[in-house]
């Protein structure tokens, strides 16, 4: 149980465009979803928090209009990034916590988008 | 906020060998978690420990809260027990998770 899945798990796109992401929680309903951002060789740092129907809430320096975040549904959230540029290359991760036959106090993780912008 | 700091950095081990990994937080925490980074970026959940021991297999985990450190011990390490162990705390259980930055381990066959 506990399972949580991105897509897509590798993306190249160029300078400019939005990519979408998508986070799908598949056994268990998931309350509260987190996205992180990881850096090679870098521990892992929150961009947002988002709960289903409400707004995300962003950490301090994430700039929500770049990062638009979508949790629309109980088992799916998106983090779509606005007009990419080389920087915002970076592995994004996401995490869930929820209800079901889980502990509602873990976060479970997915395997995360590697996002290389050209 | 809740700062986290994990000891070593790096560690080399011969396969076979036992290690303990550190990780210390500033604060109280309701809510620390272990996890296994692998080769390919998946975090792997090892511990939810907030207090107290546990144990999996080769590896169980020690919270000391009045204290603010927890252990990761592991023992006769495989060289598939290789990658990047964080320690994450927060607040409140359920809430967000600020994470160390992570023991690089690799276990040499």
């Known amino acids: 149980g506990a399972v949580v899945s991105q897509h897509p798990s590798r993306v190249i796109c160029k300078s400019g465009t939005s990519v979408k992401i998508e986070c799908r929680s598949l056994d268990f309903q998931a309350t509260t979803m987190f996205w992180y951002r990881q850096f090679p060789k870098q521990s892992l740092m929150l961009m947002a928090t988002?709960?289903?129907?409400?707004?995300?809430?962003?950490e301090q320096g994430v700039e929500k209009d770049k990062f638009l975040i979508n949790h629309a549904s109980l088992t799916l959230s998106t983090l779509t990034v606005t007009s990419a540029h080389p920087e915002d290359s970076s592995f994004y991760i996401c995490?869930?916590?929820?209800?079901?036959?889980?502990?509602?106090?873990?976060?479970?993780f997915g395997p995360g988008t590697r996002l290389t912008v050209l | 906020g809740i700062q986290v700091e994990q000891s070593p950095p790096d560690l080399i081990l011969q396969e076979g060998a036992n290690s303990t990994l550190r990780c210390n937080f500033s604060?109280?925490?309701?809510?620390l978690q272990w996890f296994h980074q692998n080769p390919w970026g998946q975090l792997i959940n090892l511990f939810y420990i907030p207090s107290g021991t546990k144990q999996n297999g080769r590896l169980s985990a020690t919270t000391v809260a009045t204290e603010r450190y927890s252990l990761l011990y592991i023992s006769s390490s495989q060289t598939t027990d290789s990658g990047v162990y964080f320690c994450a705390g927060a607040y409140n259980q359920g809430g967000k998770l600020i994470f160390g930055q992570g023991t690089e381990l690799s276990v040499k066959p």
């Open positions: 988002s709960n289903e129907g409400s707004k995300a809430t962003y």
């Open positions: 604060d109280s925490v309701n809510n």
């Open positions: 995490s869930a916590t929820g209800t079901g036959d889980v502990n509602t106090d873990t976060q479970y």
